[in-house]
Nanobody
Framework: QVQLVESGGGLVQPGGSLRLSCAASGSIGTISAMGWYRQAPGKQRELVATITSGSRTNYADSGKGRFIISRDNTKNTVHLQMNSLKPEDTAVYYC?????????????WGQGTQVTVSS
């Protein structure tokens, strides 16, 4: 079992920045990758960024060049630094963890944190 708790969301003006954090607990040694996804009203959940246990990163085009994902293994935490925020970044952001045990893949999700970009 993996538990994820997000924090750092809020209201910010266009062009501003936010830093999201996701703290993982439980069977963290089995996590192969973590990431951030977002879901805007009326839209499907979409990938924002991922990072593997080996610190390989992947970004969706929407956030590439503006967002940075990182891991702090000593604190079992993943961060998403979001810069130059746009109104279209408004969404609920969810932390995701991927776990592979005995060849089976499991996905865990946090409760989500609201990010609103508005003037």
């Amino acid at each position: 079992q993996v538990q994820l708790v997000e924090s750092g969301g809020g209201l910010v003006q266009p062009g501003g920045s936010l830093r999201l954090s996701c703290a993982a607990s439980g069977s963290i040694g089995t996590i192969s990758a973590m990431g951030w996804y977002r879901q805007a009203p009326g839209k499907q959940r979409e990938l924002v960024a991922t990072i593997t246990s080996g610190s390989r990163t992947n970004y969706a085009d929407s956030g590439k060049g503006r967002f940075i994902i990182s891991r702090d293994n000593t604190k079992n935490t993943v961060h998403l630094q979001m810069n130059s925020l746009k109104p279209e970044d408004t969404a609920v952001y969810y932390c995701n963890a991927r776990q592979i045990v005995l060849g089976l893949e499991y996905a865990y999700w946090g409760q989500g944190t609201q990010v609103t970009v508005s003037s």
